[in-house]
């Protein structure tokens, strides 16, 4: 009677803590809210995930499952820890030896590294008992993105862009709107494909979904997330046996780039010519001045938070800067270096390595337990990540450890074959 109840009582606290996951991913931007708690800021996406690792905790305390659940996570993600161990250990290093507000070093350690490692953890241990809800994560993601996107094409009619033409929304630059619609459209593509051709409603909403986002990626303008989307791409199409329809996409995307050229050739031309006042003349500027950083502090960095600061520093080697406020390197690897020196760096290597590792080719498990569609994000973010900081924020560090915790999770599904 005992037994039946705690059982009962699980599954009662595992809804609600399901719920409140994908509640969470459904609305992710809310990080954009921000406030203050006795004078220190925060923002609604830490609370909400803060509120749900609480009750976690509370759940697993009730059931008498902590030490039990814990231990058994910690066993099967070693390497995951460990190379988190790495990075933390990196992060507090470059706060301690940084001349730096350690307040705002620390509140990025806790938004963009603590709490989503743990979070990590939740999502882990609730897809052991809920195999759903990585699907669920994902539709709810699109979902969020397709309403936003939505706003977006009233943002383009009524002309509300950006001094270049460029949507942003509510972000604080089109490219950190872009970054947030990569892994929303991969999403959105893997879905449709999964049903297509059958014809069903459904799945035209899906498709309807993803033009409205493409829509609003197109845009933003951002050549770095096109790219990194139009590779991902193939790549998933690749691990989902739709190698006919490479051709298919690869066609759309040169499309895509031609449309892009018309409404933007002169951002374009400026590019491919290297004028001296273009995007990527400021960000190359910006990497020589991220590497010399780097070479200055080899061990430990400048610390987190302190690009901006340390960058104004070194304009006196790079006259006339091409663009002042730069808050992150424009690089993921630069930003991972700098801000938590080269324990940080190995531990993030690690991680990848450990990524790629386990997410292996296989197309039953593919289409089981979306591990190409994993694979295609990650591998977005770090192509994405070569020309922008595809981590350093509420919301690309919630969705970067799920993928981290996810493949775990696909891994050990992987190894035991799935029945047909």
């Known amino acids: 009677?005992?037994?039946?109840?705690?059982?009962?009582?699980?599954?009662?606290?595992?809804?609600?803590?399901?719920?409140?996951?994908?509640?969470?991913?459904?609305?992710?931007?809310?990080?954009?809210?921000?406030?203050?708690?006795?004078?220190?800021?925060?923002?609604?996406?830490?609370?909400?995930?803060?509120?749900?690792?609480?009750?976690?905790?509370?759940?697993?305390?009730?059931?008498?499952?902590?030490?039990?659940?814990?231990?058994?996570?910690?066993?099967?993600?070693?390497?995951?820890?460990?190379?988190?161990?790495?990075?933390?250990?990196?992060?507090?290093?470059?706060?301690?030896?940084?001349?730096?507000?350690?307040?705002?070093?620390?509140?990025?350690?806790?938004?963009?590294?603590?709490?989503?490692?743990?979070?990590?953890?939740?999502?882990?241990?609730?897809?052991?008992?809920?195999?759903?809800?990585?699907?669920?994560?994902?539709?709810?993601?699109?979902?969020?993105?397709?309403?936003?996107?939505?706003?977006?094409?009233?943002?383009?009619?009524?002309?509300?862009?950006?001094?270049?033409?460029?949507?942003?929304?509510?972000?604080?630059?089109?490219?950190?709107?872009?970054?947030?619609?990569?892994?929303?459209?991969?999403?959105?593509?893997?879905?449709?494909?999964?049903?297509?051709?059958?014809k069903e409603k459904l799945n035209n909403l899906w498709l309807i979904g993803v033009v409205v986002i493409a829509l609003n990626l197109f845009f933003t303008y951002s050549f770095g997330a096109w790219l990194a989307f139009g590779l991902s791409m193939v790549s998933l199409l690749y691990r989902l046996d739709k190698k006919k329809l490479v051709f298919f996409f690869a066609l759309i995307f040169l499309v895509v780039c031609a449309l892009t050229f018309i409404f933007k050739g002169a951002k374009l031309g400026s590019i491919l010519h290297y004028n001296e006042r273009s995007s990527l003349a400021s960000r190359i500027m910006i990497w020589k001045s991220s590497i010399l950083m780097i070479k200055e502090h080899p061990i430990a960095g400048i610390g987190p938070g302190n690009f901006q600061k340390t960058y104004l520093g070194y304009q006196k080697y790079f006259p006339p800067y091409l663009e002042w406020a730069v808050p992150q390197p424009h690089n993921l690897f630069f930003a991972v270096y700098l801000q938590s020196g080269i324990a940080g760096v190995v531990g993030f290597g690690l991680l990848l390595w450990d990524f790629f590792k386990k997410n292996k080719k296989d197309p039953l498990i593919d289409k089981i337990n979306c591990s190409a569609l994993i694979f295609s994000i990650m591998l977005s973010i770090i192509i994405h990540g070569l020309v922008d900081t595809t981590y350093w924020r509420n919301d690309l560090s919630l969705i970067f450890w799920m993928l981290i915790f996810a493949n775990q999770f696909n891994f050990g599904k992987a190894l035991k074959k799935p029945a047909v």
Not at 22 to 41: C, G, M
Not at 81 to 98: K, M, N, P, Q, R
Request: charged share 15%; hydrophobic share 60%; net charge positive.
């Open 1 to 198: 009677m005992i037994i039946a109840l705690e059982k009962k009582n699980s599954k009662f606290y595992g809804k609600i803590i399901d719920w409140f996951v994908v509640f969470i991913f459904f609305s992710i931007i809310s990080y954009l809210l921000r406030f203050k708690i006795i004078h220190l800021p925060t923002n609604v996406l830490d609370l909400l995930v803060v509120i749900v690792i609480l009750f976690w905790f509370f759940s697993l305390l009730v059931n008498k499952r902590l030490f039990f659940d814990l231990k058994g996570i910690l066993k099967e993600t070693k390497i995951i820890v460990f190379s988190f161990a790495l990075i933390f250990f990196g992060l507090i290093l470059s706060t301690v030896f940084s001349n730096f507000n350690n307040l705002v070093a620390l509140g990025i350690i806790k938004s963009w590294f603590l709490i989503p490692f743990v979070f990590g953890f939740l999502i882990l241990s609730r897809l052991r008992e809920n195999n759903f809800l990585l699907s669920h994560i994902l539709e709810a993601y699109f979902l969020g993105a397709v309403i936003l996107s939505l706003a977006g094409l009233f943002f383009v009619l009524g002309g509300r862009l950006t001094y270049d033409g460029r949507l942003r929304l509510f972000f604080d630059s089109p490219n950190q709107f872009s970054m947030y619609l990569v892994p929303a459209l991969l999403i959105g593509i893997f879905y449709f494909l999964k049903k297509w051709p059958k």
